[in-house]
C-alpha cells in the first residue's frame, strides 16, 4: 500500500486514461534514491487495466553496454518486427542483435521503437515503464525518448523514473517525487511498527526528511528501547548507501563476495561461475562451504536476507543503494579481481567492459577491445555507447597519437549521438593530445569546424576551417562563410579552391567565390557544375548545387536542387544529415509557394535539430516558420519564433537564419499594409553586416524591399532596390528569375507592360499571383475594372489556397472595389488538411505505402492509419484510390491554371 501519493498517482493515471482513449503521452518521476518510484511505477501500471504492459529497469553494470535496457523493453514483442517497416525493422533488428549489418541511424532507429511500441499497443493500450533512467545506456535513453516524443496518437503511456537531475530530454510532463506528507509518513510507522512515541514518530520524520525507504529501514534497526524513546536515535542516521551497510556487513564471506559479482554483473550464469571460481580460489573461514555449487548456497544467503532476488536468467538487488553498499564495503583491488574473472566468463561487449574495470593503469590490449565494442555500438545506431566506449579506450591508451585519434572519434561518436557538449569536450581533449601531430591537429580542427557550424559559433568555424588546405576542408569553410553572410571569406577561399583538380565540388566552391568577387569565369563554372547534376548521389552534393543556382540567381533551380537534397537523404540511409537537409526544403516549398507543405517540413525538421542538438538548425527552422506564419497575418506566432531564432543565430553569427528571422518580420509588415515598418525593416536587413544579415537574403527579399518601398512612396530606395537585384541576376537564366526581375521594374518604373511580361513568364504560381495582385490593383485604380477583375480573382483564388491570408484579403477588397463582389472561390478540398495530413495524402498519391510513408515520416504505420482514418471523412471520400485521385486532379488543376 502507498500511503501519501494521491496527487502522484492522479497525475499518473491521467496520462494512462488519454493513452488509453488514443492521446499518447510520457512523464517522468523525478526524485531521489528511496522516495517511492518505482512503488509508483507499480502501482501505476497495475491500474491500466487491460493495457499491456512493458518495462525496463536501468542498473549500473549495463549502463555502458549499447541497447541492454532496448532488450528489457522489447523482447517480448520482438515477433510483431516483421509489422514494421522495411528501414525501421532492419535497423531495430540490427539494434537488438536479431540480424548482422550495419544501419547506424538513430532517426531510424527511434522510428523503429516507436513503430514497435504502437504494434505492442493493439488492442487494448500500452504503458511502457522505464526505472532508473539514469542507468538505461544512452543507446536505450536515446531510442525510447525519441518514441516518448512522437506518441501523438498512440495508445502508449510511456511512464519514467529518474534520480536527481539526470537529463529526461523533450518529456514535457514531470512529477516531482519528494519525502511524504508527515501524516502519511507517520501512518507508514506505524503500519510496520505499531504506535510509537510522538516524539519519536516525528524526530524519525524530521531525520529522514519522510523518505519512505530511510524510514522504513531505520525503523526496522533500531532497538525496541529506541522505538519506544527510553534510548536516544543513532546520531548521526544513516543514509545513502549507509542504509543497507550494517545489512551487508552482516552477510558471510561467501555472500558478500557474491554480492560484489552480482554487483558488477547482472547475468546470473556468469555470477555463479565467478562465484564459484573466486570462492575456490581464496581462503574463507574453516567449515564455510566452497566447493562446486558454493555460489549458489551464497546467492541463496543474500536473497534470504532480502537483499537480492533472482528474477529469470538476471540478479537484481531490492534496491540500487544495495549495490551501492557492497561497492563501498569492498577493496578496490577486489573490485577489479572479480571484473578480471567476469572476463574470462563473458563475451563481446560484457566482456570488453569487465577487462576495463579490471585494468590497472593503461593497457592497449583492453583498449583494443573497447574500440571494437565502440565499432558494434556504432554499426547498430549506439552513437553515445560508442562515444562513452572510445572515451575510456583513450584513457586506457598508451601511445599519445592513438589516444588522440580515439578522442576524436568519440567526439564524432558524442556529436552523432546528439551530445554535442560532451563532443566539444572530448575535441579539446584530443587537441591537447595531438600536439604536434600536424596529420591529426587538422582532422581534429575540421571536427571542431563542424560542431561550431551546426551548434556553436559559425565565424568561429570559419576561422578554424580555413586553416586547411584540402578541397572538403576549404568546401566547409565556404558553408561556414555561407552561413555567417562573409562574402569577403567566400571570395577568398574560392580562389584557393580553384588550385585543386577539376570536379563538381572544386567547381562549385570555386565559382561561388569567383561569382562573388565579379570574376566573369565564376558563372561558367557554377554553369559546369550545374551540368553534373545527373551524376550526385549524395544529399550534400545537391544542396552545393542549390547554392550554385542560387549565386546564379536562379531560385527555381535552387529549390529544385534542394528537394532532391530531401529525397536523397530520406532514402539513403543517411538520415543523420536530415535536419540540416529540411532547412533547405523547407525554405525551398515556402519560396514556392506551398505553405502548409513548407510548415510541415520545418516542424519535422525542428523536432529532429533538438533530438540531434543541431542548434543554429533549430534557429533555421524557427525563422521558416516565422516566415510562414507572416504570410498567413499570424503576429504573435511570427514574433515569438522570429524572436526565438535570433537569439540563436546573433550570438552564434549566423547571418543567414538571423536574416531570414528579421526578413519574416519585415515580410509581416508588408503582408499587414505597413509598408512604413516593413520598408525599415527590409532596408535595415540589407545594410546588416556579416553574423547579423546575409546578401543572399537581400537578394531573395529584393522583389519584397522594392514593393514595401513604393508602398511607402520612396521612390529612390524601390529604384536603388531594383538595381541591386539587377547586378545579382545578371547570369540568371530561368524563367522564373526572369520573371521576378520584370515584377520590380513594373513596380519601380510604373511599367504595366513589366508586370504583363512577368505573369508570362512565371513559372511558380504564388508568385504569378502577387504580380497579378499588383497589375490588378494598377489597373482598377486606373479606371479599368473590367481588365482588373480577372487578375484580381487569379491572386484571390491562389491566396486562398495557400493560406495565405492577408493577401488574400486584399486581393479580395479590390476585387469588389473593381465591382465583383461574388462568393469566395470554393476551397480546394484539400484545404481541409493539416499540413502532415497534407504530406501523407501527397506520398500516397504517390504510390506509397503506409509502411513506406512511415519511414519517410519517422512514424509508426499505425500513426499514418491514423491520420488516413482523419482524412477520408474530411474529403468525403473511402479509400486511397479515392486519395489519390483527389490530390492528382487538384495538381492538375493547378497547372492547367498556371497555363492561362
Known amino acids: 500500500m502507498l500511503y501519501g501519493r494521491s496527487a502522484e498517482i492522479n497525475a499518473l493515471d491521467e496520462v494512462i486514461a488519454r493513452a488509453r482513449d488514443g492521446s499518447g503521452g510520457a512523464v517522468a518521476l523525478r526524485g531521489e534514491a528511496g522516495e517511492g518510484k518505482t512503488a509508483l511505477l507499480d502501482t501505476a501500471a497495475a491500474r491500466g487495466g487491460g493495457m499491456r504492459v512493458l518495462r525496463a529497469t536501468g542498473v549500473e553494470p549495463e549502463s555502458d553496454l549499447a541497447f541492454a535496457a532496448l532488450h ?19 535497423a531495430l533488428s540490427t539494434a537488438l542483435g536479431l540480424s548482422a549489418g550495419s544501419v547506424g541511424d538513430r532517426f531510424l532507429l527511434g522510428a523503429g521503437v ?96 519522510a523518505n519512505p525507504l530511510a524510514l522504513g529501514e531505520i525503523a526496522a534497526g533500531l532497538t525496541p528501547a529506541q522505538l519506544a524513546g527510553r534510548e536516544p536515535l543513532p546520531d548521526p542516521l544513516p543514509g545513502g ?78 534496491h540500487p543503494l544495495i549495490r551501492s553498499a557492497v561497492h563501498e564495503a569492498a577493496a578496490p583491488a577486489d573490485v577489479r579481481r572479480v571484473h578480471a574473472i567476469l572476463a574470462q566468463l563473458t563475451a563481446d561487449d560484457r566482456r570488453a567492459w569487465h577487462l576495463a574495470g579490471a585494468a590497472l593503469g593503461q593497457d592497449e590490449q583492453v583498449a583494443t577491445t573497447l574500440v571494437a565494442a565502440a565499432e558494434r555500438a556504432r554499426d547498430r545506431g549506439g552513437y553515445g555507447a560508442a562515444a562513452t566506449a572510445l572515451a575510456r579506450a583513450a584513457e586506457l591508451t598508451p601511445e599519445p597519437r592513438a589516444r588522440a585519434a580515439r578522442l576524436k572519434d568519440a567526439a564524432a561518436a558524442a556529436w552523432l549521438g546528439g551530445r554535442p557538449g560532451q563532443a566539444e569536450s572530448l575535441l579539446a581533449e584530443a587537441r591537447e593530445q595531438a600536439d604536434g601531430d600536424a596529420t591529426m591537429a587538422v582532422e581534429i580542427a575540421q571536427l571542431r569546424g563542424r560542431f561550431a557550424l551546426n551548434s556553436g559559433n559559425a ?6 576551417l580555413k586553416a586547411g588546405d584540402s578541397l572538403d576542408m576549404l568546401a566547409d569553410a565556404v558553408e561556414a562563410a555561407s552561413y555567417v553572410g562573409d562574402t569577403a571569406a567566400v571570395v577568398e577561399l574560392g580562389r584557393r579552391a580553384a588550385a585543386h583538380p577539376e570536379g563538381f565540388l572544386r567547381d562549385t566552391v570555386a565559382g561561388l567565390g569567383l561569382t562573388l568577387d565579379g570574376d566573369a569565369a565564376g558563372p561558367g563554372l557554377l554553369r559546369r557544375a550545374l551540368a553534373r547534376t545527373g551524376e550526385l548521389e549524395d544529399a550534400a552534393e545537391y544542396l552545393w548545387a542549390a547554392a550554385a543556382a542560387s549565386a546564379l540567381g536562379e531560385s527555381d533551380l535552387a529549390t529544385e536542387m534542394a528537394a532532391r537534397a530531401g529525397q536523397v537523404a530520406r532514402v539513403s540511409g543517411m538520415t543523420g544529415q536530415l535536419p540540416v537537409v529540411l532547412e533547405f526544403v523547407a525554405t525551398a516549398e515556402r519560396v514556392a509557394g506551398r505553405l502548409a507543405r513548407s510548415q510541415a517540413i520545418s516542424e519535422e525538421g525542428l523536432a529532429l535539430a533538438r ?57 509581416l509588415d508588408l503582408c499587414l499594409g505597413r509598408y512604413a515598418a516593413a520598408h525599415d525593416r527590409f532596408t535595415a536587413i540589407a545594410a546588416a553586416g556579416p553574423g547579423a544579415g546575409h546578401p543572399t537574403v537581400v537578394w531573395r527579399m529584393a522583389p519584397d524591399r522594392v514593393e514595401a518601398a513604393v508602398g511607402a512612396g520612396d521612390e529612390a530606395g524601390a529604384r536603388a532596390a531594383l538595381e541591386a537585384y539587377e547586378r545579382w541576376s545578371a547570369h540568371a537564366a530561368t524563367p522564373e528569375s526572369r520573371a521576378l526581375l520584370e515584377r520590380c521594374r513594373g513596380l519601380a518604373d510604373s511599367s504595366e507592360d513589366a508586370f504583363g511580361e512577368a505573369l508570362r513568364l512565371h513559372a511558380n504560381p504564388f508568385e504569378a499571383a502577387r504580380t497579378a495582385l499588383l497589375l490588378g490593383e494598377r489597373l482598377r485604380r486606373g479606371q479599368r475594372p473590367g481588365e482588373a477583375r480577372a487578375h484580381l480573382r487569379m491572386a484571390w483564388e491562389t491566396f486562398e489556397q495557400a493560406g495565405a491570408r492577408p493577401w488574400a484579403r486584399r486581393a479580395q477588397d479590390e476585387l469588389r472595389a473593381a465591382g465583383e463582389s461574388g462568393q469566395a472561390p470554393p476551397a ?23 509502411k513506406q510513408i512511415a519511414a519517410r515520416l519517422f512514424l509508426s504505420p499505425r500513426t499514418i492509419e491514423y491520420h488516413l482514418y482523419k482524412i477520408y471523412p474530411k474529403l468525403g471520400i473511402g479509400s486511397r484510390t479515392d486519395l489519390a485521385r483527389l490530390v492528382v486532379l487538384q495538381k492538375a488543376s493547378v497547372a492547367d491554371d498556371d497555363m492561362l
Not at 123 to 130: A, E, K, R, Y
Not at 279 to 307: F, I, M, S
Not at 648 to 664: D, E
Open 611 to 667: 533530438d540531434a542538438g543541431y542548434e543554429n538548425t533549430v534557429a533555421a527552422h524557427l525563422a521558416n516558420l516565422a516566415a510562414l506564419a507572416a504570410l498567413r497575418g499570424e503576429e504573435q506566432p511570427c514574433e515569438q519564433q522570429a524572436r526565438e531564432a535570433l537569439a540563436i543565430a546573433i550570438p552564434h553569427r549566423v547571418g543567414l537564419r538571423a536574416g531570414v528571422a528579421a526578413y519574416a518580420l519585415a515580410l
Open 114 to 209: 516507436l513503430s514497435l511500441l504502437a504494434e505492442a499497443a493493439a488492442p487494448n493500450g500500452l504503458i511502457c515503464v522505464v526505472d532508473d533512467l539514469q542507468w538505461v545506456d544512452r543507446a536505450s535513453a536515446d531510442a525510447l525518448l525519441f518514441a516518448a516524443r512522437r506518441l501523438g496518437t498512440e495508445r502508449i503511456a510511456m511512464l519514467f523514473a529518474v534520480r536527481g537531475d539526470a537529463p529526461v530530454k523533450g518529456v514535457p510532463l514531470t512529477v516531482d517525487v519528494r519525502g511524504l506528507p508527515e501524516s502519511a509518513a507517520a501512518e507508514l510507522l506505524e503500519s510496520r511498527h505499531g504506535v510509537l512515541p510522538a516524539h519519536v514518530a516525528r524526530e524519525l520524520v524530521t531525520l529522514t526528511r
Open 241 to 318: 548507501a549507509r542504509l543497507f551497510g550494517h545489512r551487508v556487513a552482516a552477510l558471510s564471506a561467501p555472500a558478500r563476495l557474491v554480492a560484489l559479482v552480482a554487483a558488477v554483473e547482472t547475468d546470473l550464469d556468469p555470477v555463479l561461475r565467478a562465484a564459484d571460481r573466486l570462492l575456490a580460489e581464496q581462503a574463507v573461514r574453516p567449515g564455510e562451504n566452497t566447493g562446486a555449487r558454493a555460489g549458489r548456497v551464497a546467492l541463496a544467503e543474500l536473497e534470504g536476507a532480502g537483499l537480492a532476488e533472482v528474477s529469470g536468467t538476471g540478479v537484481r538487488f531490492r
Open 459 to 464: 565565424a568561429e568555424a570559419v576561422r578554424i
Open 72 to 90: 528489457q523493453v522489447l523482447w517480448p514483442v520482438t515477433g510483431s518486427l516483421d509489422a514494421l517497416p522495411e528501414p525501421q525493422r532492419d
Open 828 to 850: 480546394a478540398a484539400l484545404d481541409a488538411l493539416t499540413p502532415q495530413e497534407l504530406r501523407i495524402a501527397g506520398l500516397v498519391a504517390d504510390g506509397l505505402s503506409s
